[in-house]
C-alpha cells in the first residue's frame, strides 16, 4: 500500500508544490490535513479526497495518534514552527518529513531528532534539489572526477523579499536571507564538494534603514573551507535574483542555472576545450515526487533517507558559526 502523509500547514509551498506533486507518485498518498483554517481544510479535503475525519486542527492535531491512515505528518509551518509540530508528531509515533531550514537553532534541531529516535521513528529534511535529476548528475560529475579535481565552487542563492510576511520577523523565521534561501548555497556547496567545511568567513550587508530588514539580515557572502583545500563563495541574498552554481575542478567545470529552482533546470558543462550542454533524462518523477517517494520508501523498507534530520542540522550548525562569523568578523573553525 502507499505510505499515507499528513500535510501540516495549508500555505503556497504545501498547496502549490507539495500537494499536486502526490499525483506522480509511485508510494505516497495524501491522507490526512492539518490547518487553523476550517474554509482551506474544507477546500482542500475536497480537492484531495481527504475525509472530514482526517481534517485536524492544531488543537485537534495530537489525536493523528489513533489515526491508522498516517504513516507520515509532513510539517510546512514557519520555521519558528518546524520543532513544536515535528516533536509532537514523533510523540504521536508518526515519520516525520520537515521542510528547510529545520529550526531556528541547532539545539532545537537536536530536540527534534532526539524525539523522533525516542519513537523509533524517521526524520527528514525536505531537501528536495538532492531528488532533482540535473542536480543529481553535477554531484555525479564531481565525485567521479569527470572535471578532475574540485578546486573551486561559486553559489548565488536570492531573490527580491515581498514586505510583511513571517520569513523578515525573526521570530518566526529564525533568520534572514541565509536561512531561507541562502541554506540552497550551503547545501549546493556541501553536497558538490561531498566533504564537510572546516572552516567558514561571513560579512553581511544589510540596509537596516529598509522596513523589511528590520529583524532580519538581507545579504550575506561566505566563504567555506574545506579539507582538501577546496574554497567555496557562496551568495545569499533577498535583494536580488540569484539561483546558480558553477563546480570548477582541475579539467573542467560544470554549472547549474537555475540550479535549485522548482523546475527549468539547465546544465552546461566544460571539458577538453568544449563547452557543453549534456540532455538530463527528465522523464521520471520530478525533484517533489522523488521525495515524496524517497521518504515513502525509507519508511516502508526501515532504511534511512539521505537527507534525515542529522543533514539539516549540520547546515544549521553551519549557519550559526556564519552569523557568529559575521557579528566577530572573523573565520570561525568548524572542528
Ligand atoms: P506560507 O506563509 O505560504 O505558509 C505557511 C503556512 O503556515 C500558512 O498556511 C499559514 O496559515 C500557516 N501558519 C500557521 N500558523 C502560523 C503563524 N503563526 N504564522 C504564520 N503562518 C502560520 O509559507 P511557505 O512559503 O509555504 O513556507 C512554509 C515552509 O516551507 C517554510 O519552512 C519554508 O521554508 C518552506 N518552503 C520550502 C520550499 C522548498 O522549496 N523546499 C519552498 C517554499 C517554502
Known amino acids: 500500500r502507499k505510505i499515507g502523509y499528513a500535510i501540516v500547514g495549508l500555505?503556497?509551498?504545501?498547496?502549490?508544490?507539495?500537494?499536486?506533486?502526490?499525483?506522480?507518485?509511485?508510494?505516497?498518498?495524501?491522507?490526512?490535513?492539518?490547518?487553523?483554517?476550517?474554509?482551506?481544510?474544507?477546500?482542500?479535503?475536497?480537492?484531495?479526497?481527504?475525509?472530514?475525519?482526517?481534517?485536524?486542527?492544531?488543537?485537534?492535531?495530537?489525536?493523528?495518534?489513533?489515526?491508522?491512515?498516517?504513516?507520515v505528518v509532513y510539517v510546512i509551518l514557519p520555521v519558528a514552527m518546524h520543532p513544536e509540530y515535528s516533536i509532537r508528531a514523533s510523540r504521536a509515533g508518526k515519520h516525520v518529513m520537515c521542510e528547510k531550514p529545520m529550526a531556528p537553532t541547532s539545539r532545537e534541531c537536536e530536540a527534534m531528532i532526539a524525539a523522533a529516535a525516542k519513537a523509533g521513528r524517521k526524520l527528514m529534511i525536505g531537501y528536495r534539489s538532492r531528488?532533482?535529476?540535473?542536480?543529481?548528475?553535477?554531484?555525479?560529475?564531481?565525485?567521479?572526477?569527470?572535471?578532475?579535481?574540485?578546486?573551486?565552487?561559486?553559489?548565488?542563492?536570492?531573490?527580491?523579499?515581498?514586505?510583511?510576511?513571517w520569513r523578515l520577523d525573526r521570530k518566526m523565521s529564525g533568520g534572514g536571507s541565509m536561512m531561507d534561501i541562502g541554506i540552497y548555497s550551503l547545501q549546493a556547496a556541501r553536497y558538490l564538494a561531498g566533504a564537510e567545511p572546516v572552516e567558514v568567513t561571513a560579512v553581511e550587508s544589510t540596509d537596516r534603514r529598509d522596513p523589511r530588514f528590520a529583524t532580519v539580515e538581507d545579504r550575506v557572502d561566505f566563504t567555506l573551507r574545506f579539507p582538501s583545500g577546496l574554497l567555496a563563495s557562496c551568495i545569499s541574498s533577498y535583494n536580488s535574483n540569484h539561483n546558480e552554481y558553477r563546480a570548477i575542478g582541475s579539467e573542467g567545470w560544470v554549472e547549474l542555472e537555475p540550479a535549485t529552482a522548482y523546475r527549468g533546470q539547465a546544465m552546461r558543462v566544460r571539458k577538453g576545450g568544449e563547452t557543453s550542454t549534456p540532455n538530463i533524462d527528465t522523464s521520471g518523477p520530478d525533484q517533489f515526487a522523488g521525495q515524496l517517494d524517497h521518504f515513502a520508501r525509507c519508511v516502508r523498507d526501515n532504511r534511512m533517507p539521505i537527507v534525515p534530520g542529522e543533514e539539516g542540522l549540520r547546515d544549521i550548525r553551519i549557519i550559526e558559526a556564519i552569523y557568529r562569523s559575521m557579528r566577530e568578523k572573523r573565520a570561525v573553525s568548524l572542528a
Open 131 to 165: 531528488f532533482q535529476p540535473h542536480n543529481v548528475a553535477a554531484i555525479d560529475l564531481c565525485r567521479t572526477k569527470a572535471i578532475g579535481d574540485l578546486r573551486m565552487i561559486r553559489t548565488a542563492h536570492g531573490f527580491p523579499i515581498q514586505p510583511n510576511q
Open 11 to 71: 500555505g503556497n509551498y504545501a498547496t502549490n508544490q507539495i500537494m499536486p506533486a502526490f499525483a506522480n507518485c509511485k508510494d505516497a498518498r495524501i491522507t490526512a490535513l492539518v490547518s487553523g483554517t476550517p474554509e482551506k481544510l474544507a477546500k482542500y479535503g475536497a480537492q484531495y479526497g481527504v475525509p472530514d475525519k482526517n481534517r485536524y486542527s492544531y488543537a485537534t492535531f495530537d489525536r493523528i495518534a489513533d489515526n491508522p491512515d498516517v504513516d
